[in-house]
């Protein structure tokens, strides 16, 4: 049982270039979301899901976009990097019936040049 | 803003001790959770207590809910040393989607 995976651990973008963070679970949770980590701002809600093709934005939605296609995918794409989007990036996903606890993936740290 | 705001945001006390973080969030919700982050690491949940419940028990954590403060407090009792981590709360907000929205974190070491 992997839990939340996320793909890939590090990467280091250039102003301008677009990419896909990835998240995969195999725990059949419907919700599923995507929050951003920075020093002294907790952690924001970029974008969530609760079940394949619904989509919602969170706290800090700009520059970034989110489709839900299957129950197990939710990747995080980047149109156009920005200095401002250097983050460490978790994914996370929860049931949405019973304990709806989170579980977490290691995350994915992002540097943008 | 953010809905949930912890209260120090950083915390250092000796071995043994109790230590307490402090919560405050803005709008109703189902429920409050609290999870913990080593550093580096992905976040992993310790509690949650729904908004009908007053007190929550679980190993040496208590937490309590006032939600006519929209208040939440984490009492970790004799820490330890592997007690060294942030302590994030989580509202789960009532209606809608249920989104969960975190609060910036109180920051935890225990010294031996």
């Known amino acids: 049982n992997a839990g939340v995976t996320q793909t890939p651990k590090f990467q280091v973008l250039k102003t301008g270039q677009s990419m896909t963070l990835q998240c995969a679970q195999d725990m059949n949770h419907e919700y599923m979301s995507w929050y951003r980590q920075d020093p002294g701002m907790g952690l924001r809600l970029i974008h969530y899901s609760v079940g394949a093709g619904i989509t919602d934005q969170g706290e800090v939605p700009n520059g970034y976009n989110v489709s839900r296609s299957t129950t197990e995918d939710f990747p995080l794409r980047l149109l156009s990097a920005a200095p401002s989007q250097t983050s460490v990036y978790f994914c996370?996903?929860?049931?949405?019936?019973?304990?709806?606890?989170?579980?977490f993936g290691a995350g994915s740290r992002l540097t943008v040049l | 803003s953010q809905q949930g705001e912890e209260d120090p945001q950083a915390l250092s006390i000796q071995e043994g001790e109790n230590a307490t973080m402090n919560c405050s969030y803005k709008t109703s919700i189902n429920n409050l959770q609290w999870y913990r982050q080593n550093s580096g690491r992905g976040l992993v949940h310790l509690i949650l207590?729904?908004?009908?419940?007053r007190e929550k028990h679980s190993g040496r954590l208590r937490v309590t809910l006032d939600t006519s403060k929209k208040s939440s407090s984490l009492l970790i009792t004799a820490s330890r040393a592997a007690d060294t981590a942030s302590y994030f709360c989580a509202t789960v907000l009532s209606g809608g989607y249920q989104k969960v929205t975190f609060g910036i974190g109180t920051k935890l070491q225990v010294i031996p």
């Open positions: 207590i729904r908004s009908n419940e």
């Open positions: 996370a996903s929860r049931p949405t019936t019973g304990a709806n606890v989170l579980t």
